[in-house]
Structure formats: structure tokens, C-alpha cells
């Protein structure tokens, strides 16, 4: 029995018979990938030649990744030049060299690499290969605890414990010290034990009194700290207005993480009144500070258009700073700007890379994303026992198509309308745009339920409403021939281009149509080819046999 990378079933053979993943996929995208990666790292590619070096030096071939991880290292790289740093102190493929370790740690630390910042800040701690400096060595360790680094946190807790590089503080100490445990350290849990068995432990009351007094006091990382303790309610009554509260003040003396904090309260009105422009801003601060979180929220804003003007160049710069550092949903944003064509040309196979690397991290965004690939590229070639049995499983599209053969009829399934219905309900109760404008198509024809127009209306509205490329499609074509409603051909490009931008092919294909004729929008022959050309490429029939004529005419 194999267990599926993604969700988790266990089955026999090759291929998941749930999610429809192939055993061996996501290791055949991966050596797709380092094929590619290895061709344009030795063009010169940064990010390539970054790639490649990690590979390596996981494979523990350290000669062969030297060469691509100082390409990487001199094009600035920070994950590359803390391997070399790492390379250089333990020997590996080099003679071993404390001053080659310690310039290229530090150079990472500038770029702000968490794991250099703590070696750094070790380096300083201890006087090793440099000039002994505790105070220096506490800076590396904030720099490095600010990403919520585990040994840092740990680190700094022992300093603040034991008055090393800053005043003694041990209500602080105990602070960091629960951060690292939180962030998987396993010896401060430990330590912490040792604590509280020794009854050196404070109490809930005694840490939050300390904690209170330095926040009301200014201190900006106790404010968030405190915003953090009413956000989750463990130790006082859960309140979301305080914690606003004490987000804003941090904020507002440009605490990072308060920043990306007070920027989700207005995002989803917790605390504050909804305001997603206010949300945008804040996001933007903590972005522009390097928070991964708020340059990944903030990708997201330019991406839906919400709280800034929708610029999915914007978009994918964001995605990709914080994909650069490991976010998965940003790698999942990334991989969404890649398979629908925004702001990066259009290309399926990088797409479905970014989405095995982002389930493999366990967002659950990928994972389904991955699943409805499958789902919607295996579909086709089931026979109707299989697919069938994959609607039961409730597959949403395994459900939809299962509805599409009942509702048209097939070599292998007799038309009937009653079976349709049922299964375009089912697809439509796990939010299938599709299957809602099915369900509104057969209220509005009468087929398998009594025609109503009124109740068709309100399928198709919520069709569209969730972003359904065949419902926005269908206004397109009623706005287009004034059908029920007044005839306008701005609202037809509009809803045309919405399905257009999902690469859907047909209103890639009236979007061609459009442009050809002039209707909504200029005539423009290059552009009305463009589109053309698009929806061919996704298989529209039309499309192709237009463009097979013009080139016969030619």
C-alpha cells in the first residue's frame, strides 16, 4: 500500500484512486524541474544556479554544488551564501576556513538570512573568529528571533536570564524562551520544565502584570506581544477590540509583526471596522520590512483587486519575495499566476511544480488545486463505472462531468435530466460555479424540473458570482445580442474577458470574435489573433477551424 503525497489515502498501484494523484508525479515534476533549473544554472541563472547548489548539498555532493551555490552567493543570494558559510566552517569540499565562514555568514546576515544572523550571532557571543562583542552578538540574535528563528529565540531568552549583552530580565527571558518552545526547540521545552519543577517559573498573572506594564510603557514588541495574549484568549477573556488596540500602537511605531497583525483585523473587521484599504496599507508597511506573511497578503490584495487597484505584475513580485522565502501559500500564489497567465506568461508545467512544492508544505490551497488538475485531466478517459464511483467518492468535478453526460446524453449514457440534476446539485453544494449554471440552464429550458425562469436567473447569478467562466460567458453572449436585458457591448467584453483571463477558451474565443469585428472594443487585427490564437492553443474548435481559414485565404 502506497500513501498518497497529498491526501493522505492509502491505495494499491500507481495511481490514488481518490485524489487521482500518480505515485511517482510530484518526483517526476521535480526532475523535470532540475533539468531545467540545471540548463539555465549554467546559462548563468541566479535563482537556477540556487536551485541546483541546494540539491546538491542535500545529496551531500558538496564538490558539485560549490560551483553553482557561488554563482548564487556572488549574485547576492542569502540562502546561498549562508551554505557557503556552512561550507566553510565544517570543511565540506573546502579546506576548512573560519574567516571564509564568517564573511560569507555575514553576508548572508545583511540580506537577512536567519540562520547566519544566529551564527552570527554565536561568532560575537563567544569571541570566535572575531573580536568578542555580547552586545552585537544579542543584535544578530534579535535580527534572527524577528523571524521567529527557534535557536535564536532560545538564545536570547538565555541572555535576558542570565544578563549576557543586555540587563537582566527574566520575566523577557521567559517570554523567549516560550516562543522557541513554540517553535519546535525541544531542549528550552526542557529548560522550561527544569523551571517550573524548580518553582523559578512565573505565574500566568505574574507575566501578564510585567507584560502590561512594559506595553503601557511603549514598548513595541510588548504591546504586540499583549495584542497576541486578548487575540487568543488563553489567558485573559478573548477580546478582539484590545487586541486592535494594542496591534495599532505597535504599528504605528513600525512593529512589523503588528503591522501585518492590525492589517488582518481590517482585513476581516476583528476588532476594527472592515476596511481593506486600511488593510492594504498595513500590509504594504510589513511588506516592504520583509515580513514573508504581509508580502504574501499583500500579493494576494493586488492579485484580487482588493483594497489597491488589481496589478497582477505587483502580484507576482510579492508572491515571488515571500516564495523566496519558503511561505507555501505564496508559492501557491506564485504557482496561480503561472497556470492562469497573471503577470507571467501563461505556463502550465511551472504552475503545477510551485503546486507539488506547496502541498508538499502542506497547503491545503495546492493540495486541492492538485487534486482538481487531476480530476479535471483524468476525467475524459474514465469509463462511467469509474467515474461514477469517483462522483460517489465526492469528487466535485467527477460530479459535474457525471452531470454533463446525463445531461446531454452519450455513447454510454442514455440523456436523462433527473440523474443530471442530481449530480449538478451535489458539485453545486461543494461550490462549483459550473454546476450552478447548469442547474440554472435547466430551470431556464424546463429540463428535469418545471421551467422557471425567475429561479434560473438566481443559479446563474450565483454561478457568476463565484467566478463560474461559463456563467460569465453566457452574460457575455446576453449583453452581446441584448438578450432579456439592453444590448451592450462594453458589459459583453467585460464578461468575456473575465472568462478570458481563467483561460477559458471560449471567451479567449469571443474576446478574437470582439476584436475582429470591432463590437465592445477597437478593431485590432493582432490582438483579435491573439485571443485566437489562445483559444485554439486550449482546444476550442471554432478558433481553430477560423484560424486554419485565414490561413488558407492568405
Not at 516560550?178 to 512565573?202: M, R, S, V, W, Y
Not at 500566568?204 to 510588548?222: F, I, N, P, Q
Not at 432579456?484 to 457591448?489: D, L, T
Amino acid at each position: 500500500m502506497a500513501e498518497c503525497l497529498f491526501c493522505g489515502h492509502k491505495f494499491k498501484g500507481d495511481v490514488c484512486d481518490i485524489c487521482g494523484t500518480p505515485y511517482n508525479w510530484i518526483y517526476l515534476q521535480y526532475a523535470k524541474e532540475r533539468k531545467e533549473q540545471k540548463a539555465l544554472a549554467e546559462q548563468g541563472d541566479i535563482k537556477a544556479a540556487l536551485r541546483m547548489g541546494q540539491y546538491l548539498f542535500d545529496k551531500r555532493d558538496y564538490a558539485g554544488c560549490i560551483p553553482y551555490l557561488l554563482t548564487a552567493a556572488n549574485g547576492g543570494e542569502d540562502e546561498a551564501e549562508a551554505l557557503m558559510g556552512q561550507i566553510y566552517y565544517n570543511g565540506l569540499g573546502v579546506v576548512q576556513d573560519l574567516s571564509e565562514s564568517i564573511k560569507w555568514h555575514s553576508a548572508a546576515a545583511e540580506h537577512g538570512n536567519a540562520d547566519s544572523q544566529f551564527d552570527m550571532g554565536l561568532f560575537y557571543s563567544l569571541g570566535e573568529g572575531v573580536e568578542k562583542d555580547e552586545k552585537k552578538g544579542v543584535e544578530y540574535f534579535k535580527k534572527a528571533a524577528g523571524q521567529e528563528h527557534a535557536k535564536s529565540l532560545s538564545a536570547l531568552g538565555k541572555c535576558y536570564y542570565s544578563g549576557i549583552g543586555v540587563d537582566m530580565d527574566k520575566f523577557t527571558a521567559i517570554d523567549y524562551f516560550i516562543l522557541a518552545a513554540q517553535n519546535g526547540d525541544k531542549d528550552t521545552e526542557e529548560f522550561i520544565e527544569h523551571l517550573q519543577a524548580e518553582g523559578e517559573f512565573p505565574s500566568h498573572e505574574e507575566r501578564l502584570d510585567a507584560l502590561k506594564k512594559k506595553a503601557e510603557g511603549g514598548d513595541a514588541k510588548s504591546q504586540t506581544t499583549l495584542g497576541c495574549v486578548y487575540d487568543e484568549g488563553d489567558v485573559v477573556e478573548q477580546n478582539d477590540s484590545e487586541a486592535a488596540k494594542w496591534y495599532l500602537k505597535a504599528a504605528k511605531q513600525g512593529y512589523v509583526d503588528a503591522q501585518c497583525r492590525i492589517g488582518f483585523c481590517y482585513k476581516y473587521g476583528k476588532g476594527v471596522k472592515k476596511n481593506v484599504i486600511e488593510a492594504a496599507k498595513w500590509y504594504l508597511k510589513a511588506a516592504e520590512q520583509g515580513d514573508t506573511d504581509a508580502q504574501n497578503n499583500i500579493g494576494c490584495c493586488y492579485y484580487e483587486g482588493d483594497g489597491v487597484p488589481q496589478d497582477f505584475e505587483q502580484a507576482v513580485k510579492w508572491f515571488t519575495l515571500s516564495a523566496e522565502k519558503n511561505n507555501p501559500a505564496a508559492i501557491f500564489g506564485l504557482g496561480t499566476c503561472y497556470y492562469y497567465g497573471h503577470g507571467r506568461t501563461k505556463n502550465i508545467g511551472t504552475a503545477i511544480s510551485l503546486f507539488c512544492k506547496s502541498a508538499a508544505m502542506g497547503c491545503e490551497e495546492a493540495i486541492l488545486a492538485l487534486k482538481e488538475f487531476h480530476d479535471d485531466h483524468d476525467l475524459d478517459n474514465l469509463d462511467l463505472k469509474t467515474l461514477t464511483q469517483r462522483a460517489d467518492d465526492g469528487v466535485a468535478r467527477a460530479q459535474y462531468k457525471l452531470g454533463r453526460n446525463y445531461y446531454e446524453g452519450t455513447d454510454t449514457v442514455s440523456q436523462d435530466y433527473d440523474m443530471a440534476l442530481k449530480w449538478f446539485h451535489k458539485a453545486a453544494n461543494q461550490g462549483l460555479a459550473d454546476a450552478l449554471f447548469y442547474i440554472g440552464c435547466s430551470y431556464n429550458e424546463g429540463k428535469g424540473v418545471e421551467k422557471d425562469k425567475h429561479t434560473a436567473e438566481k443559479y446563474f447569478e450565483k454561478a457568476v458570482l463565484q467566478g463560474g467562466a461559463l456563467a460569465q460567458c453566457y452574460y457575455g453572449h446576453r449583453y452581446l445580442d441584448g438578450n432579456g436585458v439592453r444590448k451592450n457591448s462594453d458589459k459583453a467584453i467585460s464578461w468575456f474577458k473575465k472568462a478570458a483571463d481563467q483561460c477559458y477558451p471560449h471567451g479567449q474565443y469571443m474576446l478574437g470574435i470582439c476584436y475582429g469585428r470591432g463590437e465592445g472594443v477597437n478593431s485590432n487585427f493582432d490582438k483579435a489573433m491573439e485571443w485566437l490564437h489562445c483559444a485554439a492553443e486550449n482546444g476550442h474548435e471554432g478558433a481553430i477551424h477560423m484560424l486554419q481559414s485565414l490561413e488558407q485565404d492568405e
